[in-house]
């Protein structure tokens, strides 16, 4: 299982943005399709968002449409999460991971690494 690791969180007000990334070591993401869940406190953790390996389809929860975008530089190994238009209900940890299909909404592998905190203040 690749490794993953999350940064770019932090705390913004509401409607500000924040891009968060999804960094490989040790192994390529090239061929792998990525998502974002996140887990508010209390909350069970939810899917995002998600895009197949050669950036060519996207998926996205409801509640973000329109204002997170998935992307990928495959060159970076990288997965980013532009989150746009913020809003208190987006306050959460955000983790990625590998997925079998991005249609499934469920990650590939039971292994999670930290994750990010987003905090967005009303």
């Known amino acids: 299982h690749v490794q993953l690791v999350e940064s770019g969180g932090g705390l913004v007000q509401t409607g500000g943005s924040l891009r968060l990334s999804c960094a490989a070591s040790?192994?390529?993401?090239?061929?792998?399709?990525i998502g974002w869940w996140r887990r508010a406190p209390g909350k069970e953790r939810e899917f995002v968002a998600a895009?197949?390996?050669?950036?060519?389809?996207?998926n996205y929860a409801d509640s973000v449409k329109g204002r997170f975008t998935i992307s990928r530089d495959n060159d970076k190994n990288t997965v980013y999460l532009q989150m746009d238009s913020l809003k208190p209900e987006d306050t959460a940890v955000y983790y990625c991971?590998?997925?079998?299909?991005?249609?499934?909404?469920?990650?590939?592998?039971?292994?999670w690494g930290q994750g990010t905190q987003v905090t967005v203040s009303s």
């Open positions: 991971n590998t997925m079998s299909t991005i249609v499934a909404m469920t990650a590939e592998s039971g292994s």
């Open positions: 895009i197949r390996w050669d950036g060519g389809n996207t």
């Open positions: 040790g192994r390529s993401l090239e061929f792998e399709n």
